[in-house]
């Protein structure tokens, strides 16, 4: 199966924009799930946000209302816009991909159910 592969991380200060892109291969399932995670140092990896095929959309708590995850029609081009920046939101993002299977609320953050992931893009929030 292609890997994800992700771009767009840097360095922004408190307050700032940045989006993230994810290259992704998903015409073959039947369904599925696109999800973004992130890790910061000496923490677990946590799920952030997920579309599926369906158009439903999934947000962490901590970033509902500041973060939109979104996928352009051709569906192979996964993005995270992420305004209003807190140094909280510093780390390692992840672009994963669940096959046949689609994003539930209760699930999508749960790293064990997803296929294929990327190697990870950093943004770096300064106060």
């Known amino acids: 199966a292609q890997v994800p592969v992700e771009s767009g991380g840097g360095s922004v200060q408190a307050g700032g924009s940045l989006r993230l892109s994810c290259v992704v291969a998903?015409?073959?399932?039947?369904?599925?799930?696109l999800a973004w995670f992130r890790q910061a140092p000496g923490k677990e990896r946590e799920g952030v946000a997920a579309?599926?095929?369906?158009?439903?959309?999934y947000y962490a708590d901590s970033v509902k209302g500041r973060f939109t995850i979104s996928l352009d029609s051709a569906e192979t081009t996964l993005s995270l816009q992420m305004n209003d920046l807190k140094p909280e939101d510093t780390g390692m993002y992840y672009c994963?991909?669940?096959?046949?299977?689609?994003?539930?609320?209760?699930?999508?953050?749960?790293?064990?159910?997803?296929?294929?992931w990327g190697q990870g893009t950093q943004v770096s929030v300064s106060p």
């Open positions: 579309r599926d095929d369906m158009r439903g959309t």
């Open positions: 998903v015409n073959m399932y039947r369904s599925w799930c």
């Open positions: 994963a991909i669940r096959k046949e299977a689609w994003c539930y609320r209760y699930d999508f953050s749960k790293t064990a159910l997803y296929n294929s």
